[in-house]
């Protein structure tokens, strides 16, 4: 048996085997071995409910039902978790029990529950959702357990159902940073709250999310998220695009994080404006889903600590006064239909801390008003039911 051996030398991996006492040496780029980390965010797995219990023909005895499979949400667990524990990704629930001359009722098989994380959407294998788990306790149904045998099927049972499903995770977040690698979101987060994401001068410091809890003087919490940085061409899931973007679905609120110097992911790439760089992001959600553009945001203009900031932060709010008519500057599949309109616009600098709590208490005042506004919704719709049950009463 030969021996391995990895070594990095000069930032390329060198796999060294020995082999009938000959050295083989073979040098690989670091794309081969790149690995996001230890999180996942979709786990495909295996559930069967249990078949049925057999019926008694000469009592009419009926057996058990089989056992179903649910998927229960519950803190403190992962997909990672449930991988490494589960590593055959095979749930499957137990046997009802035969129907016998003791008990002519079949006892129900035991059900499976596999504990999942919060925020989770369950789809089977062709894409169509079976439900979604938002919150502590939710339960959902993923494989029905067979009947048990009975007069109706001749006494004998039936198999349970099996399929694949594939869990999906979409964090639950007050609100969502999205912006382009390197502009500060993850400095910026570890200022607003105490979370302590990766931060590094190179692009894709951030290859999982974190959140943040955002904390206030009246004990209000708000949570942030911190995601992986977009590139143009994120809604054909280039870069880290989709598992970037289908976090950003369940935010109540977008904060978009922008370089005020502007952005350019490569040497070989164009150096893009704050300007172009807020049209971009905004293109890129409303490919993926124009839906996401509904949601409440804010705009904060990072990075204030640099030469010509304010100057250029000057420029920037002149553009946004009237996006449309600087549209012509931009390639035609650059402009998004319409326009973000943000709601507050903060000049900050995560560096200095400058402008930090005034982003916290925009972050804050925007969810209250959104808060406000659904409550208040939420009261003119039930005013409006209770109005036709009376008008219907009444004109019955």
């Keep these: 048996m030969g021996q391995l051996q990895d070594n990095y030398v000069s930032g390329r991996v060198v796999m060294v085997q020995c082999v009938s006492g000959r050295v083989v040496m073979?040098?690989?780029?670091?794309?081969?071995?790149?690995?996001?980390?230890?999180?996942?965010?979709?786990?495909?797995?295996?559930?069967?409910?249990?078949?049925?219990?057999?019926?008694?023909?000469?009592?009419g005895g009926e057996g058990g039902k089989g056992g179903d499979v649910w998927?229960?949400?519950?803190?403190?667990?992962?997909?990672?978790?449930?991988?490494?524990?589960?590593?055959?990704?095979?749930?499957?629930?137990?046997?009802?029990?035969n129907s016998s001359i003791r008990s002519l009722k079949g006892a129900k098989g035991n059900d499976c529950e596999i504990h999942a994380p919060i925020g989770i959407s369950i789809t089977n294998d062709d894409?169509?959702?079976?439900?979604?788990?938002?919150?502590?306790?939710?339960?959902?149904?993923?494989?029905?357990?067979?009947?048990?045998?009975?007069?109706?099927?001749?006494?004998?049972?039936?198999?349970?159902?099996?399929?694949?499903?594939?869990?999906?995770?979409?964090?639950?977040?007050?609100?969502?940073?999205?912006?382009?690698?390197?502009?500060g979101k993850s400095s910026l987060l570890s200022q607003l709250s105490h979370a302590k994401p990766k931060i590094a001068d190179y692009p894709f410091t951030t290859?999982?999310?974190?959140?943040?809890?955002?904390?206030?003087?009246?004990y209000k919490q708000v949570s942030v998220a911190d995601l992986p940085g977009l590139i143009e061409g994120a809604h054909l899931n280039k870069g880290m695009g989709h598992k970037f973007l289908k976090h950003v679905e369940r935010t109540k609120q977008l904060l978009f994080v922008v370089d005020v110097t502007g952005f350019q992911l490569s040497y070989k790439a164009p150096l893009r404006t704050a300007f172009e760089a807020i049209q971009l992001l905004t293109k890129e959600?409303?490919?993926?889903?124009?839906?996401?553009?509904?949601?409440p945001a804010l705009l904060a203009v990072n990075k204030m600590d640099l030469e010509n900031a304010e100057e250029k932060f000057k420029d920037l709010m002149q553009q946004l006064q009237k996006p449309e008519a600087f549209y012509h500057l931009l390639p035609e599949e650059m402009r998004?239909?319409?326009?973000?309109?943000?709601?507050?616009?903060?000049?900050?600098?995560?560096?200095?801390?400058?402008?930090?709590?005034e982003l916290k208490n925009c972050i804050r005042k925007s969810l209250d008003d959104q808060a406000d506004l659904e409550n208040e919704q939420y009261r003119l719709e039930k005013l409006q039911s209770l109005h036709s049950s009376t008008f219907t009463c009444t004109y019955n």
């Design 71 to 97: 998927v229960v949400a519950q803190d403190g667990v992962s997909l990672k978790k449930l991988k490494d524990k589960y590593p055959s990704k095979r749930f499957v629930a137990g046997v009802g029990a």
């Design 285 to 295: 959600l409303e490919l993926y889903k124009v839906e996401l553009l509904s949601k």
């Design 207 to 218: 290859m999982r999310p974190e959140i943040g809890k955002l904390m206030y003087s009246d």
């Design 336 to 357: 998004p239909l319409r326009p973000v309109q943000f709601q507050h616009i903060i000049p900050v600098s995560a560096l200095t801390k400058h402008g930090i709590e």
């Design 127 to 183: 894409g169509q959702v079976i439900g979604e788990l938002n919150k502590k306790g939710d339960r959902i149904i993923v494989a029905h357990g067979g009947r048990g045998g009975s007069f109706v099927t001749n006494f004998l049972p039936s198999k349970g159902q099996s399929r694949i499903i594939r869990m999906d995770l979409k964090l639950v977040a007050d609100s969502g940073l999205v912006g382009f690698p390197n502009a």
């Design 26 to 59: 073979v040098r690989c780029g670091f794309p081969v071995l790149r690995k996001y980390g230890s999180f996942i965010d979709n786990l495909r797995i295996y559930v069967r409910g249990g078949s049925g219990g057999m019926g008694l023909l000469r009592l």
